[in-house]
């Protein structure tokens, strides 16, 4: 597969292969971008955002819809490429299509509500005269998108929808995992639009990704993806707007009055949707020692009912992790783990790329298994003695995107809901649980700024001023 720059096929001459995580064999190959391509994709969205700056807000509404109804007719074909390349099972996959396109059209309606508001400047002090005084959202210019492998369409279109609602020209750069169901995605948004409103370019994260990061051409990035790669960014990017999305560590909370039965159904589609790969993936489960051995035997028992095996295969749960690098990551933290004291009781396997449903008990806070972002599905559970201890533990981490608190009592919900320091906290739900009407983002070191489509697009403008002396 090849990029696309300034509406055209781009190949650097260099490539390098994409591969099934669930078989190894090759899936395409895509070119390995230098900075002189970025800088030329970067050059080509400078010169196309005034032609989408011309057009009117219904027009661009219009053109995202007609994308959005391009995307729905060819949502099977990129789900099967995500299955490929990122070896996420075919039901989830067309569960992400079916979602970016619920993106793509809440961006379409978005794209007609960019209000400002009046300001009363003659409010302060001394001001003799009488303004007539509002303020106008512009677009920033060009974005720079930046997205990791575990969504490929729904995280790209996170960015490139508001973005262009927002009327500002987009260059994407795909995860290197898994780029190709995302240069699709580039594909359908460009043939609604000017040549150059939208580009891409793959190549490793360290050449390309941050010669978008440096590039004066560029005036917001945003990033989705791991915090290191974050932090790292942050120091790159100068005065650039920046929104970062990123790793999470987010508990589900079951105290001694929940509802088990759901409580249970959470957490074992929570901790293990994607193989665990997801950012609000139920990362630590808390349980009050009251209800936690009841709990423990209908998860382990939901849990062992996962089918494990080829992605493609509609019956299948759990499918390969990313890269076997990635598996062998989630083994020495579950092995670590249990060195320290912790009891496994489910799973606990690795087999190339594939990892087992894993639960374990007695885990506690000290244990990098928890202290940081395990990517893979195991569900860790730590033992609590009534609410102090639950919120305590659930707010014992740098983490803070979002958290699930199940119980039945009004008061421990709102307390909970109060105190856990997380970006959402939901209330019998669990924290994987994400619609695009929500403002969307972590706190703490889980990230900055808020997607969601009405947020998003806030972000992916500036505010103007403009005075109106009447007197
Ligand atoms: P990653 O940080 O390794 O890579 C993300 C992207 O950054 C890739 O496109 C990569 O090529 C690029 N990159 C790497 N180095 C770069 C650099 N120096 N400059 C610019 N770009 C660079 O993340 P990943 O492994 O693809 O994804 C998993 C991580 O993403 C997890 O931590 C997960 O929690 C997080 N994530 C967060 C959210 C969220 O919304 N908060 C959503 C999904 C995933």
């Known amino acids: 597969m090849k990029v696309l720059i300034d509406g055209e096929d781009f190949d650097s001459g260099d490539h390098y292969e994409v591969k099934n995580p669930y078989d190894g064999e090759l899936v395409d190959t895509v070119p390995i971008c230098f900075r002189q391509d970025v800088d030329r994709a970067i050059d080509a969205a400078n010169r196309a955002k005034k032609e989408l700056q011309d057009m009117s807000a219904k027009e661009v509404s219009n053109n995202l819809y007609s994308a959005y109804e391009e995307l729905e007719s060819r949502s099977e074909e990129l789900a099967k490429l995500i299955v490929l390349e990122a070896g996420k099972p075919i039901k989830q996959a067309i569960g992400e299509l079916n979602r970016s396109c619920e993106t793509l059209k809440f961006a379409a309606e978005e794209a ?11 409010a302060t002090g001394s001001v003799d ?6 303020t106008k959202k512009v677009p920033l210019g060009v974005v720079g998108a930046i997205t990791p492998f575990n969504y490929p369409v729904n995280l790209a279109l996170h960015k490139i929808a508001p973005a262009i609602a927002a009327k500002n020209a987009v260059v994407v750069k795909p995860s290197t995992e898994a780029p190709l169901a995302a240069l699709k995605l580039v594909e359908i948004i460009d043939n609604h639009f000017p040549n150059g409103v939208i580009n891409s370019v793959t190549g490793y994260g360290s050449e390309v990704g941050d010669a978008l990061v440096v590039s004066e051409g560029i005036d917001k990035i945003s990033f989705t993806g791991s915090i290191a790669t974050g932090l790292f960014i942050s120091s790159r990017a100068g005065m ?7 790793g999470g560590n987010d508990p589900l909370v079951v105290l001694e009055d929940a509802d088990i039965e759901k409580a249970v159904s959470a957490a074992v589609s929570g901790a293990f949707l994607f ?55 989630v083994e020495t933290a579950v092995n670590n783990a249990i060195k320290d004291g912790a009891e496994l009781i489910l799973g606990g396997n690795r087999k190339d790329c594939f990892y087992e449903p894993t639960i374990l008990d007695g885990v506690n806070m000290s244990m990098d298994l928890v202290a940081n972002e395990t990517f893979g599905p195991v569900a860790p559970i730590i033992r609590v003695d009534r609410i102090d201890e639950a919120i305590k533990v659930a707010n014992d981490t740098r983490y803070g995107l979002q958290a699930g608190v199940f119980t039945e ?25 994400r619609t695009d009407a929500m403002p969307f983002g972590g706190f703490k070191s889980s990230g900055m700024g808020k997607e969601g489509i009405k947020y998003a ?14 007197r």
């Open 112 to 122: 007609k509500r960019i209000y400002g508001e009046s300001v009363p400047i003659d």
């Open 129 to 134: 005269e009488r303004f007539l005084a509002f």
């Open 240 to 246: 650039k707007k920046l929104t970062l999305e990123l």
């Open 275 to 329: 193989s665990g790969q997801v950012c609000i993936g139920v990362k630590r489960i808390i349980l009050d020692n009251k209800i936690a051995d009841e709990f423990i035997d209908l998860f382990v028992k939901e849990a062992s009912k996962l089918k494990m095996g080829n992605p493609m295969d509609e019956s299948t749960d759990i499918g390969p992790l990313i890269n076997e690098n990635a598996s062998i990551n």
């Open 409 to 433: 009592n009004v008061h421990s919900a709102l307390r909970c809901a109060n105190e856990i320091d997380a970006g959402s906290v939901l209330i019998n739900k669990e924290s994987t649980f």
């Open 457 to 470: 697009v806030e972000d992916m403008c500036k505010f103007k001023l403009i005075a109106f002396n009447c």
